[in-house]
C-alpha cells in the first residue's frame, strides 16, 4: 500500500511523469525546479523527490540518477492528475473515414480500425470482434444450388452473415423449403446462436420428422452450422512502433511481448476479460498478472454491435501519454458503436 500524498508532491510527481513521457530518461530535480510554475529550488524539489520514492511513487535506477515513476505513481496520476487532452479534429476525420472505408465489411474494419489506432498513438492498435455467438439469431434462408446440395445463410441481428454448403439427397420442392424455414425461423427467433448450437435437436423435437428432412439434417449438423466462433478474431497492427521504444531495446524482452501477442487465444482471453464493466479501462504495469506484459501499459474500450459488445485498445510502454490515448480510446470506441448500429 503506498502512503497518501501533499499538493506538493502531487504538482513535482505531476512534473517528473510529464517530462519522463517525453524524454524516457530519468528526470533529476533541476529539471523540474527550471518549471517556474512550480516555485521551489532544486534542493527543494529533491527532498520532495526523495519522500515520492519513500512512498513508492518514484524509483531511482541508479545512485546518482535521477527517478522514474513506479506503477503507483502512474496509477495516481491517471486517476487524478492529469487533464485529459481533446482529440484533434484531423484525428477524429481520419479514424470516422477508416470505419466509413471498410463499407460494411468488419473483417476490413478489424484491419483499418487496428492501423489507424497504431499510426495516431504510436504504439500497438488492436481491435478484438464480438463474440457473436452471443448474438441474436434473425432468420435463415436456405436456397438451392444443385440436385442434392443446399446453401444455408444464417443472419445475426447484430449483422454478421454466415453461408455454408450442405448436402442433403433427398430432393426437396421449393414450396416445401419456404414451409421448413418458416418453420425454423419462428422457433429460433430471439435465442442466441449458443442457445441454437447447443439445445437444436431438443427445440426442434417435434418437427424431426417434418417432410424436407432439413430439420433432421440440421439437428444432426447443428454444432457445426451455428457454430460463429471463427468470428471471433482480433487484429493488431504497429509492431514497428514497439521496436522503436528505447524500454524494448532488449531483443529477448521484445520477442517474448510478440510471442504473446501473437497468441490468438491468449490475446482473445486477455482482452475479453477486460470487457465489463463497459468502457475506458487502464492497466499499467505490475498491475497485470503476465510477466510479458509488465513493462507495458494497456489503454481499451468496449464497442457494441446491437447486443453483443467486441473491444479496442493500445498496447505501449508504460510510459506513454495517458491525457492524449484515453479520449483517442474512447472516441474511437464511440465512433464504431455509432457507426454500425446507425
Known amino acids: 500500500m503506498v502512503e497518501s500524498i501533499t499538493y506538493r508532491e502531487k504538482s513535482i510527481l505531476k512534473e517528473l511523469i510529464h517530462k519522463y513521457i517525453l524524454t524516457a530518461n530519468p528526470v533529476g530535480s533541476n529539471q523540474i525546479a527550471l518549471n517556474g510554475d512550480i516555485g521551489l529550488k532544486s534542493a527543494s524539489v529533491r527532498r520532495i523527490m526523495s519522500g515520492l520514492e519513500e512512498k513508492g511513487f518514484v524509483f531511482q535506477p541508479h545512485t546518482s540518477a535521477g527517478r522514474v515513476p513506479t506503477t503507483a505513481g502512474y496509477r495516481l496520476y491517471v486517476n487524478e492528475l492529469m487533464t485529459m487532452d481533446k482529440i484533434n479534429p484531423e484525428n477524429e476525420n481520419e479514424i470516422l473515414d477508416s470505419i466509413e472505408s471498410s463499407d460494411g465489411d468488419f473483417t476490413l474494419l478489424m484491419k483499418s480500425i487496428a492501423g489507424v489506432l497504431a499510426r ?15 448474438g441474436v439469431f434473425e432468420k435463415i434462408h436456405i436456397i438451392p444450388v444443385s440436385s442434392d446440395k443446399y446453401m444455408i445463410v444464417i443472419s445475426v441481428k447484430d449483422g454478421q452473415v454466415k453461408t455454408i454448403i450442405i448436402e442433403h439427397r433427398q430432393r426437396i420442392n421449393q414450396s416445401a423449403i419456404k414451409r421448413t424455414v418458416n418453420k425454423i425461423n419462428q422457433r429460433l427467433h430471439g435465442k442466441t446462436l449458443m442457445e441454437i448450437k447447443n439445445h437444436f435437436p431438443d427445440v426442434m423435437s417435434d418437427l424431426k420428422n417434418e417432410e424436407s428432412g432439413l430439420v433432421r439434417l440440421f439437428s444432426e449438423t447443428a454444432e457445426k452450422l451455428f457454430d460463429f466462433k471463427r468470428y471471433d478474431n482480433y487484429t493488431i497492427n504497429g509492431t514497428s512502433n514497439i521496436l522503436q521504444k528505447p524500454e524494448f531495446i532488449n531483443s529477448e524482452q521484445i520477442s517474448t511481448l510478440i510471442e504473446l501477442l ?81
Open 262 to 342: 501473437e497468441d490468438k487465444n491468449i490475446i482473445i482471453h486477455f482482452m475479453g476479460e477486460r470487457e465489463t464493466p463497459p468502457g475506458i479501462k487502464v492497466t499499467i504495469g505490475d498491475e497485470h498478472l503476465r510477466s510479458e506484459i509488465k513493462e507495458c501499459s494497456v489503454i481499451t474500450s468496449t464497442y457494441r454491435i446491437g447486443g453483443i459488445s467486441g473491444i479496442l485498445g493500445i498496447i505501449g510502454p508504460t510510459r506513454m501519454p495517458y491525457q492524449k490515448m484515453i479520449p483517442l480510446i474512447q472516441f474511437t470506441a464511440d465512433a464504431i458503436t455509432s457507426s454500425l448500429n446507425s
Open 120 to 134: 495516431l498513438s504510436s504504439q500497438l492498435g488492436v481491435i478484438v470482434s464480438p463474440k457473436f455467438e452471443q
